[in-house]
Structures are given as structure tokens and as C-alpha cells.
Antibody, heavy 119, light 110 residues
Framework: EVQLVESGGGLVKPGESLRLSCAAS????????MNWVRQAPGKGLEWVSS????????YYADSVKGRFTISRDNAKNSLYLQMNSLTAEDTAIYYC????????????WGQGTLVTVSS | QSALTQPASVSGSPGQSITISCTGT?????????VSWYQQHPGKAPKLMIF???NRPSGVSTRFSGSKSGNTASLTISGLQAEDEADYYC??????????FGTGTKVTVL
């Protein structure tokens, strides 16, 4: 069964950095575009970033551009999100999601990892 | 990248049909047939219900259907059931090669 398991969340202070990971299993990771989507407490979903299967195409939401960096290691079946200059507005559950065949078709999601930015 | 506009809440009685709208612009919803819908129960990850405007993934009930007209997409749930009570989000591909989600709709089964 397809599995996506996020890790790396935690409590950090404003201005600090954090690196999230997403471990994928039971599918050919290197064939899929992957995404990060976040959800602030009690709020809606917000798309954060996407990376194509070979890392050729990378996109970011305006809210994180210049501060966050998405990457992947296909040999390790892993997706990453390096988050720098964190602010309280970045507090959220961060989900990794697989994109399957069609754009905007996020067919599998991890359980999420909570990032809290607070002094 | 403004969020797509959805009604905050929609309710219906068991067995009834409800429709959730999702309004964007010609740069997202209106420009592509890449609209998806997600169901999210409290404390759970989102679940894909509809992709490419009107297609259902395997395993999703036929009671869920999607459509689009101009810059507005819609999700219809027919034969409403208690288990359908959840938050629903639309999502669209955009002309900037990014994605945008809707503001979310809370569905209540009366």
C-alpha cells in the first residue's frame, strides 16, 4: 500500500530553520511529481511547493518563495522541504502529497507533521 | 494566488443532494480542466474525491460528481449520508504552473 510518512516537525522560534522529510514507499517514487501542502490550525489547505520527478521543474507559492526549498532524493525515496526564516504565519501541519498522472490530482497524502513557530 | 472562493458552509438532510461551488478566474479554474475536490474529516489528511473536473478515483462513491462552467466548478453530493459530513476543498492548476486551493466548505448533515 502506498505510504507517505512526514517527519521533522517541531517547535522553533521566529527566524529559525527546519527541514521536513517525507518517506515514500510502495510505489515508484521517481516517476511522480511531489508536493507539499500545509494547513494552519483551524484553517484551510494551502499549496506550498511542487517538484517534478527528476527535479527539473520546481514551483513555490508566493508566501514561501525565497525562504523554502523543496528537494528530493529518488535513490532514498524521499522528499524534503527546507524552511528558513520561519514566522508565526508558517505554523501549520505540513502534508506531502503524491501527484498522479494529471495536474492537481493529489491521490495520496501523508498524515502530516506539525510545525509551530513561536517565541 | 488568491484562494478560490467556496461557501463557508452547506447543509442538507440525509438523502438530499447538495452542491458546493468553487469560483476562480480564467487563470485557474476557467483556464484548465484540472480541478480536483478533496474531502477532509477532522484530524485526518485530505482525500481525493474528484479530479480533472468530473472524474472519480477508484473507490469513491458514485454519489459524488463534479462539473465546471466558466470560472466556477461544482461538487454535487447526492443521497447525502452522515459519513459525508466533513470539510471539502476544491483545487485548481494555475497559469503560473502552481496550484491553488479553495477556502473550504463545511458540509453538515442535518
Amino acid at each position: 500500500e502506498v505510504q507517505l510518512v512526514e517527519s521533522g516537525g517541531g517547535l522553533v522560534k521566529p527566524g529559525e530553520s527546519l527541514r521536513l522529510s517525507c518517506a515514500a514507499s510502495a510505489f515508484i517514487f521517481s516517476s511522480h511529481t511531489m508536493n507539499w501542502v500545509r494547513q494552519a490550525p483551524g484553517k484551510g489547505l494551502e499549496w506550498v511547493s511542487s517538484i517534478s520527478s527528476t527535479s527539473t521543474y520546481i514551483y513555490y507559492a508566493d508566501s514561501v518563495k525565497g525562504r523554502f526549498t523543496i528537494s528530493r532524493d529518488n535513490a532514498k525515496n524521499s522528499l524534503y522541504l527546507q524552511m528558513n526564516s520561519l514566522t508565526a504565519e508558517d505554523t501549520a501541519i505540513y502534508y506531502c502529497a503524491r501527484e498522479y498522472s494529471s495536474r492537481a490530482r493529489f491521490d495520496f497524502w501523508g498524515q502530516g507533521t506539525l510545525v509551530t513557530v513561536s517565541s | 494566488q488568491s484562494a478560490l472562493t467556496q461557501p463557508a458552509s452547506v447543509s442538507g438532510s440525509p438523502g438530499q443532494s447538495i452542491t458546493i461551488s468553487c469560483t476562480g478566474t480564467s487563470s485557474d479554474v476557467g483556464g484548465y480542466n484540472y480541478v480536483s475536490w478533496y474531502q477532509q474529516h477532522p484530524g485526518k489528511a485530505p482525500k481525493l474525491m474528484i479530479f480533472d473536473v468530473s472524474n472519480r478515483p477508484s473507490g469513491v462513491s458514485t454519489r459524488f460528481s463534479g462539473s465546471k462552467s466558466g470560472n466556477t466548478a461544482s461538487l454535487t453530493i447526492s443521497g447525502l449520508q452522515a459519513e459525508d459530513e466533513a470539510d471539502y476543498y476544491c483545487s485548481s492548476y494555475t497559469s503560473s504552473s502552481t496550484y491553488v486551493f479553495g477556502t473550504g466548505t463545511k458540509v453538515t448533515v442535518l
